[in-house]
């Protein structure tokens, strides 16, 4: 049958004008490289929104319309600590330094909309009980949209007042927070570069024992990630992408454009090997592994688009920077690769490394992964049970699992942010930064019973140790009405970081119970917001969709395999495999950072919560992944099978045939992410051990235990399609025979 994509007629072509083709790559590169030094810093943001107008965004909505001055947008206040460890607040010295604090930050109007102190207010809430400790509140201009520019004179200013030997200050709130997190993940991303990079070029001078050879993956995956960070700024100018989506883009570039790239030049120099020309070299590279690729790369495709289902900017920048990057990936190795081949012929083999050098005609039936193909496959009921039973087993640890948040706590603890938490935490509270804002909307919220209400809210407040600071003061939430009197605002302390489970907690029982109560009769409508409550409203959200998102992926992934392979059975049991790699994962990522289960070995930072994004975020980019491994070793069998009809040979065959190579994707996938899980944000290192364990079992217990072995055990029975599908595409990878002799080149073909 004919073929449905014609990978094969497009890596002719480009190999037959190679200059053209890498002249446009070449000059697509430079033209991206302009786009991202011109603009990718300004569509970065770190304002995160849930589109489906939760509770919390309706909340600030309506405050929006209230007319009341400062509330047309969520307010971003800060808090300025000023400590003394050799005097009080009621040393004369103290409040001169402190003053002149406050009159350099309203010297700042045009960023800060709002500053006081306690010597204005005596508000007891805003002294320690020792007294050396004092804060004063700040609100910036404007929203969390324009925080990060308003933030940076702030920011200057503090490190103006820092080195006196008698007063330590710092600054803490959701713009220094967030400023925080996106300086190290700047950093966490040189760190995961260097590693992936550095380890990536070793794997392949192993797998390739070939400089030059070695290379073109390398250098096709860095321009993979070029064009990709040009066509998310572009993006960026429509809809402002998450500020961590250039981490996302790098490192998932570096997986996936290697890997595809590597596929393709290794069975490229697999042809030359069996003697075919250059040119059919290339074409049947192009039948064969391009189109491996393709339907590799459609597969993870699908499963990120489950993360635009979700109604949340954070998952769409991360799975629209992923889908980017993975498609551009696809047309590197779909064109220029093939050109660059054309171009270097056999002298990709140039500069060879000793001991890991292939020259001439490798015996593929040979070898330690064709003996352990026979050792698999000889006992199959025990692989089969074995590798179950162990990912099982690595998936229990799943069922304790705490989703949460990660807040300033995750921060390395050399930050000035951590610091200022620590201070806030103990001698204060974190809400004071960051208080939860009830809304209430009336006829007249002015009337008797409105503020009878408010009353009944404050003594129930009062009463309640999670709405006190930690010198045991409660902030009297005082009721803001707009011009209108319809509309009012009530900013409510909760204790401890707005992260944490019992600030969630607090807020649940604030909608759920203690307002209300507090308001029952009263003819108004009540709506909590703030980051407390956005937080909440995330956490449901994630919950709601997940089970939408894996019906979706796995679906879809589901129909384009059994196109693929012409089977029901085979995707069936990918799907099931990949689940179990997935589970493995999780279970793996609760043992170790949950659990603190060797911790320590592999330096890592102990967090009471796994962060609630990353079991649908994992899901997504591990199961598209995983099926890069189950296409490119399937496409292999299926190959094989549909040349000799013998499922076992063609199992055999397709597991030794593609080992070596396997392994090293394998190996180049999980050098990147442990670059990444070695960065100091505990998100990333959860990211990072994550994605690579799961990657590392699925290229070891999966693929070589695993799925061979269900396979031998399942015979013909693999390719069972009913005759009622039969009338869907035939998306099979073709190709010639694949280990039948080739015509040795003619003189001169290089």
Known sequence: ??????????????????????????????????????????????????????????????????????????????????????????????????????????????????????????????????????????????????????????????????????????????????????????????????????????????????????????VLGIMSIIVALAAATLVGQIWPLQFFVTNVIFMIGLAVGIDYALFIVERFREERRHGLAKLEAIALAGNTASRAVLFSGLTVVIALAGMLIVPNN???????????????????????????????????????????????????????????????????????????????????????????????????????????NEILAREFSQG???????????????????????????????????????????????????????????????????????????????????????FEGSGAEVLVSGLSAANLDFLDQVERYTPVVFAFVLTLSFILLMMVFRSIVVPLKAIFANLLSVGAAYGLLVLVFQEGFLIDVFRFQRSPVIEAWLPLYLFTILFGLSMDYHVFLLSRIRERFDQTGDNADSVAFGLHSTANIITGAALIMVAVFAGFALGDLVMFQQMGFGLGVAVLLDATIVRTILVPSAMELLGKRNWYLPNWLRWLPDLRVEGGPASAPRPMPAAGDD
Do not use: C
């Open 314 to 420: 954070v998952f769409r920048a991360i799975a629209g920077g992923s889908i980017i990057v993975v498609i551009a990936a696809l047309f590197t190795s779909l064109t220029l690769l093939p050109a660059v081949l054309s171009l270097l012929g056999d002298r990709v083999n140039k500069l060879g490394v000793p001991f890991f050098s292939k020259r001439g005609q490798v015996d593929e039936s040979r070898g330690f992964w064709a003996g352990a193909a026979r050792v698999v496959m000889g006992h199959s009921w025990v692989s089969v049970i074995g590798a179950t039973a162990l990912l099982v087993a690595l998936t229990i640890p799943y069922f304790t699992i705490n989703l949460g948040l990660a807040g300033a706590e995750a921060l390395p603890e050399n930050t000035g942010a951590y610091r200022a």
């Open 432 to 518: 004071l930064a960051q208080p939860t804002d009830v809304v209430v909307t009336a006829a007249d919220v002015t009337a008797a019973s409105v503020q009878a209400a408010v009353a009944k809210l404050n003594g129930t407040l009062r009463a309640d140790p999670r709405f006190a600071t930690s010198n045991g003061q409660v902030a009297e939430a005082k009721l803001l009405a707009g011009p209108r009197r319809d509309i009012g605002v009530l900013s409510v302390v909760i204790q401890g970081d707005p992260a944490s489970d019992a600030s969630l907690d607090a807020v649940r029982e604030l909608r759920s119970t203690i307002i209300p109560q507090a």
């Open 1 to 218: 049958m004919a073929s449905f994509v014609s990978t094969g007629g497009l890596a002719r072509a480009s190999a037959r004008r190679p200059w053209l083709v890498v002249g446009i790559w070449i000059g697509l590169v430079v033209a991206s490289i302009g786009i991202v030094s011109a603009g990718l810093s300004g569509v970065l943001t770190t304002e995160q929104k849930l589109t489906n107008n939760p509770e919390s965004q309706r909340a600030i909505d309506v405050l929006a319309t209230s007319g009341i001055p400062g509330r047309e947008q969520l307010p971003v206040l800060e808090v300025f600590i000023v400590r003394s460890e050799t005097m009080t607040v009621d040393a004369p010295r103290f409040k001169q330094f402190a003053d002149a604090l406050l009159a350099d930050a309203r010297a700042l109007d045009e960023h800060i909309a709002s500053a006081t102190s306690y010597f204005e207010t005596s508000a007891p809430t805003l002294v320690s009980a020792d007294k050396r400790t004092m804060l004063l509140p700040v609100t910036l201009r404007d929203g969390p949209g324009q925080a990060e520019e308003h933030f940076k004179p702030i920011q200057a200013l503090i490190a103006s007042r820092q080195g006196n030997p008698d007063f330590e200050v710092l600054t803490f709130g959701l713009a220094s927070v967030n400023e925080q997190f996106k300086t190290i993940a700047e950093e966490d991303l040189q760190t995961g570069e260097s590693i992936g990079v550095s380890v990536a070029l070793v794997i392949l001078l192993l797998v390739f024992g070939a400089v030059v050879a070695a290379l073109v993956p390398l």
